[in-house]
């Protein structure tokens, strides 16, 4: 028992910096995603090619070999490019690969979101003399942001226990912080057992929060 | 005002427009019918472009919007148009449907466009929903809003898709009521609609439509009672 607490603070240390990444990953994620998405949905060819093969190969291969291509690939890359700095802190491959990873995600919530908002209203839109930009912006995305907070905080709590494999890069977050933790005292099931109920915490925390979200919004839906 | 030539749409290898040609002046109320599937709305959103017309010229108010260097959304500013469904923006309030347009597309600052937009309210008899939300509206009054909302792009035309078939009985009065008007206001209509009671009365000019041609055109009473044509006459007797 006295182990669990006096291993605690160090723990929410690593809780804290596992919070701080999946965040920090969601919100360039949406960014990203809500660019690759409407990608997706473009008149253009080109576009809609590009964006889909930007989401087919974020999606289709493992997070972990994303992550050594940011943190181990890029700087080769870097060097032969001429760079002065060549070595990339944990911290940010990790950022960038999450990111990246997180746009993919969210870009098929949003093109899923915005075509679940039905035609007519495009249409309606647009017969009023509005341009498609103006149509998504003032009339299409408002709707579809309503519908797409669920999948969202789903994509954010799928990220932040993926950031448990970031400790193979060396970056402190939790699960790194229990390994280390272990090494000195060998007491595996109670700091595992631990670190697995942060985690709970914090997903279960972030449920809460989106379906209270949701229910906000959903009460200004049904008045609008 | 509005002048169609040749006018053919195909959806991949089906020919829904097969060759329309019509004049419609100013001022004028023509009134569209036809069986289902014959190209009514298909015919209706060439006119305002939500469809891209296969062949064929359409020229409304002197500009010709098959050409591709029209600019399609002012076009459409002159060019209302009202949905058989509606389409009310749902995440915003009855007033914020009817500005939304002007002040975005227009640039009108937003007093002017409020003054504007309850004075529109007004005219359709909802200026004191300007506050609410359009799930709190009959689909009466939800149509009435569509309208009022087209009309504040101050078009020259207005194109009406069976804009009563999707309301209850009870309700079909007032929409038509609101249309009434803005026919003896002189604005320039083309409405499909099986409502022979409104095309009687204030159509000046009623279309029969089928597989995808204007088969036969003329006064109301005498496309409704002394049809010429049989596919008219085979039509008439099914919905009469
Ligand atoms: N986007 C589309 N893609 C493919 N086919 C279409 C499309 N829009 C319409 N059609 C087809 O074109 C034909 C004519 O449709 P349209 O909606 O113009 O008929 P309508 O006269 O308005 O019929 P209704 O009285 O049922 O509204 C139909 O066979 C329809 O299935
Ligand atoms: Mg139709």
């Known amino acids: 028992m006295s182990l669990i607490f006096n291993s605690f603070p160090y723990l929410l240390g690593g809780a804290l910096e596992t919070i701080k990444l999946a965040f920090l990953a969601v919100l360039v994620g949406c960014v990203l995603g809500l660019v690759v998405g409407l990608g997706r949905l473009s008149g253009q060819r080109v576009i809609r090619a590009l964006a889909a093969f930007y989401v087919d190969f974020l999606r289709g291969t493992p997070l972990l070999v994303q992550v050594f291509i940011v943190y181990f690939g890029f700087p080769q890359i870097l060097e032969q490019l001429g760079s002065p700095v060549t070595r990339i802190p944990p911290f940010w491959a990790a950022l960038i690969a999450f990111s990246l990873n997180s746009g993919a995600y969210v870009a098929e919530i949003f093109r899923a979101g915005i075509q679940s908002i039905h035609r007519g209203q495009m249409e309606a839109a647009r017969s009023l003399g509005m341009t498609y930009g103006q149509a998504m912006r003032y009339v299409i995305l408002p709707q579809a942001f309503r519908r797409v907070i669920p999948p969202l905080g789903n994509e954010f709590i799928a990220l932040l226990k993926d950031t448990s494999l970031l400790s193979v890069i060396g970056i402190t977050e939790l699960t790194r912080r229990g390994q280390i933790i272990i090494a000195s005292t060998f007491r595996p099931f109670e700091i595992w057992f631990t670190v697995a109920l942060i985690y709970l915490a914090l997903t279960f925390s972030i449920s809460r929060l989106v379906n209270f979200l949701e229910r906000r919004l959903d009460v200004a839906d049904d008045k609008s | ?240």
């Open chain 2, 1 to 240: 005002m509005i002048r169609v030539r040749g006018l053919k749409k195909r959806f991949g290898r089906l020919e829904v427009l097969r060759g329309v040609d019509c004049d419609i002046d100013q001022g004028e109320v023509v009134v569209i019918i036809g069986p289902s599937g014959s190209g009514k709305s298909t015919f209706l959103r060439c006119l305002n472009m939500l469809e891209e017309p296969t062949e064929g010229s359409i020229i409304i108010d002197g500009v010709e919007l098959t050409s591709p260097s029209t600019n399609l959304n002012l076009v459409r500013q002159k060019v209302g148009m009202v949905f058989q469904s509606f389409n009310l923006f749902p995440h915003k309030n009855v007033l914020e449907n009817v500005t939304l347009a002007p002040v975005v597309v227009k640039k009108l600052d937003r007093a002017a466009a409020e003054r504007l937009a309850l004075e529109l309210l007004r005219k359709v008899g909802l200026e004191d929903k300007a506050r609410a939300y359009p799930d709190q509206l009959s689909g009466g009054q939800q149509q009435r809003v569509a309208i009022a909302r087209a009309l504040a792009m101050q078009p020259a035309v207005m194109l009406f898709d069976e804009p009563t078939s999707a309301l209850d009985p009870e309700m079909v009065g007032e929409v038509l009521a609101v249309m009434r008007d803005l026919a003896r206001d002189g604005m320039t209509m083309v409405v499909v609609t099986h409502e022979m009671g409104f095309a009687r009365e204030v159509g000046q000019r009623v279309m029969f439509m089928d597989e995808g041609r204007i088969v036969e055109e003329g006064p109301p009473d005498k496309i409704f009672y002394r049809p010429e044509n049989p596919r008219t006459q085979t039509f008439l007797s099914k919905i009469l």
